[in-house]
């Protein structure tokens, strides 16, 4: 009997369109491989302006059960969307520091071994 397949995380990836503190070049890498991988994700311009706004699809970016979510700092994040009235679960999610860690390491977060395969058929 094999075991259940679990449910991959769902991916949040934030471009900070507006803040530009994450470099460039890691923001372009991460959404053009995360495009490539064929793996489902949700992408947004920018959580600080969601935030400022309260916009309402944080509520449900919030409620996805287990997530990664490429962006900034994790702390900062995880007040954008208590700022916004969409607390995330203390357990499940995963925020990558798109700001500090390399592009490679936030990809290999983010689809594991299909991150090493989308790297692998484009040499």
Request: with cysteine; net charge negative.
């Amino acid at each position: 009997m094999t075991p259940p397949e679990s449910k991959a995380a769902r991916i949040l990836y934030c471009h900070c369109a507006y803040a530009k503190v994450v470099p460039e070049e890691t923001k372009q890498k991460v959404l053009r491989e995360l495009n490539a991988s064929g793996v489902s994700f949700d992408a947004v311009a920018d959580l600080c302006e969601m935030s400022a706004r309260k916009d309402p699809a944080l509520q449900r970016l919030a409620s996805g059960g287990e997530t990664k979510i490429a962006a900034c700092f994790p702390r900062a994040v995880e007040w954008l969307f208590h700022a916004a009235g969409a607390p995330l679960a203390k357990a499940g999610v995963e925020v990558l520091n798109m700001r500090e860690d390399s592009a490679e390491d936030v990809l290999q977060a983010l689809l594991g071994e299909t991150a090493n395969k989308t790297s692998e058929a484009k040499s």
